[in-house]
């Protein structure tokens, strides 16, 4: 996560008159729910966002929804955990999220301009700026820029470091030992220092930057302590932080996911199957399962088998009676799904169908076929088209059906019910294993097909909604 004490209080911002005079309409929404955020996003020229927040391990195990998309245009009701919090928001076109602090009650205004992300504020029909990072509440005094000076010591040695496993006598591993201690120190001294000062003055605002703080502090140790690879020191910072109050800590728990990464996933010396069997009968119950459920999730990260992955995901069934957090392996995995050639599909009312069947029901009928996700822009940006094509050819004997490819159904679901096309819109539970998609080489989406009123697939490649071509196609066909 990116992110002064008494004065380093709240961002400093200025208020602007919106400059796009049509989104004065939106200022007419209200935000009264105090467990809630209210976002805005007025444009239909931007992909859609993902609006994301960190959850503790419990909020996921009680099926928590840590993201939500915002399309264009649209607005968005986002729930938060605490009266102050983080949130990310990333375009669905990009890989980088941004972070934003807001509150409980906030309407925000998302913009999308030159190519950057714009968040405000919506006070009293003002626009206020919301930026975030660390340096807005660490101070860049003389004692955390000597900090910084030595940890560019050590990172920029990070590719010899890299190397430590084969060259155990690389070159400054004496001065690194020598700079450790010294790093060590005042990187402890100078963080503690802050979120004291930090103490002194107690409210959500200044609880949530004291989180994020030792965050940072965490990651910035973590992060010399991989190059150096002091097993001394690295086992006195798990000592030190790898304690149950910090796992309880949506900001704090990442400890225990470094920790994770560094004994099991990266350990060569133990399989992941093994660590399982073996059990956490040294930590409390919810730590366990924490582990365990990082466990299966690196047992696909790492392609085991798919028989295994299965077999351990029935052993934590057995075990904790239910698949959270689990379930979207499960659809990762198409667990429970037997392998055909045939698409299985669900619809939103959650009834099980074949695609073979249902075709049967349209016999008579042009069924222009539309494969998508709800992750995916260009299928979401060719929606209004496809609505616009449904309503020309409103009457004829002409099928519209949505396929979801790849999708996870929680997000099939939600992005249906934003764009309005529950009508023939199946979720694909088998996307993964199913022929189909392999015989007709769907590797890429949005992917549009015909087939003839007879059910035959006549066009498995055809234009999209949004060209001239797919109307004229169609009309000719209807003809026939």
């Known amino acids: 996560m990116k992110f002064r004490i008494t004065f380093l209080f709240l961002l400093l911002v200025a208020c602007t008159e919106p400059e796009d005079k049509s989104f004065q309409n939106t200022v007419k929404f209200n935000n009264q729910n105090p467990n809630m955020i209210m976002i805005i996003n007025s444009s239909d020229k931007i992909p859609p966002y993902i609006i994301s927040k960190e959850l503790t391990f419990e909020e996921l195990l009680k099926g928590e929804v840590y993201s939500d998309t915002i399309y264009s245009p649209d607005t968005l009701l986002f729930q938060l955990n605490e009266s102050v919090q983080l949130i990310d928001v990333t375009p669905t076109d990009e890989y980088y999220p941004q972070s934003f602090l807001v509150k409980t009650g906030d309407t925000l205004d998302v913009q999308y301009i030159n190519s950057k992300i714009n968040v405000n504020r919506i006070e009293n029909g003002k626009f206020i700026p919301l930026k975030w990072d660390l340096t807005q509440i660490i101070p860049k005094s003389k004692k955390f820029l000597y900090l910084d000076s030595i940890e560019s010591f050590f990172l920029k040695e990070e590719i010899t470091g890299s190397l430590k496993f084969f060259l155990p006598n690389v070159k400054n591993k004496d001065e690194w030992s020598f700079k450790l201690p ?127 992955v299965f077999e351990f995901l029935d052993k934590y069934k057995e075990e904790y009676g239910d698949f959270s957090p689990l379930e979207n392996i499960l659809s990762e995995m198409e667990y429970g799904i037997q392998t055909s050639t045939d698409l299985a599909l669900i619809d939103y009312q959650s009834n099980d169908s074949k695609w073979e069947e249902i075709k049967k029901k349209w016999k008579g009928k042009i069924i222009y076929v539309d494969f998508w996700a709800s992750w995916c822009a260009p299928c979401l940006r060719a929606m209004p088209y496809s609505k616009e094509l449904k309503e020309k050819l409103a009457g004829k004997e002409i099928v519209f059906v949505y396929l979801a490819l790849n999708d996870r159904e929680d997000l099939w679901r939600n992005s249906t019910q934003r764009n309005q096309i529950i009508e023939n819109n199946f979720f694909i539970k088998n996307s993964k294993s199913s022929e189909f998609i392999s015989n007709y080489n769907i590797n890429a989406i949005p992917r549009y097909m015909i087939f003839d009123k007879n059910g035959m697939l006549i066009h498995e490649d055809a234009p999209g909604p949004d060209t001239k071509e797919a109307f004229e196609i169609l009309t000719e066909l209807l003809k026939l």
């Open 182 to 308: 010294e790093y060590l120190k005042l990187i402890d001294e100078n963080y503690s220092a802050v979120v004291d000062s930090l103490n002194k003055y107690e409210n959500s605002l200044n609880n949530l930057y004291s989180q994020l703080i030792k965050k940072d502090q965490v990651q910035r140790i973590n992060n010399v302590l991989n190059i150096v690879n002091n097993k001394e020191e690295t086992e006195k910072f798990y000592s030190k932080y790898l304690i149950p109050e910090n796992f309880r800590n949506r900001y704090l728990s990442s400890i225990y996911g470094i920790y994770y990464m560094d004994k099991f996933h990266f350990n060569k010396d133990i399989t992941l199957t093994e660590a399982y069997d073996r059990g956490f009968p040294e930590y409390p119950k919810e730590i366990a399962r924490y582990f365990k459920f990082r466990l299966v999730s690196s047992m696909i990260i790492k392609k085991y088998r798919k028989e295994t």
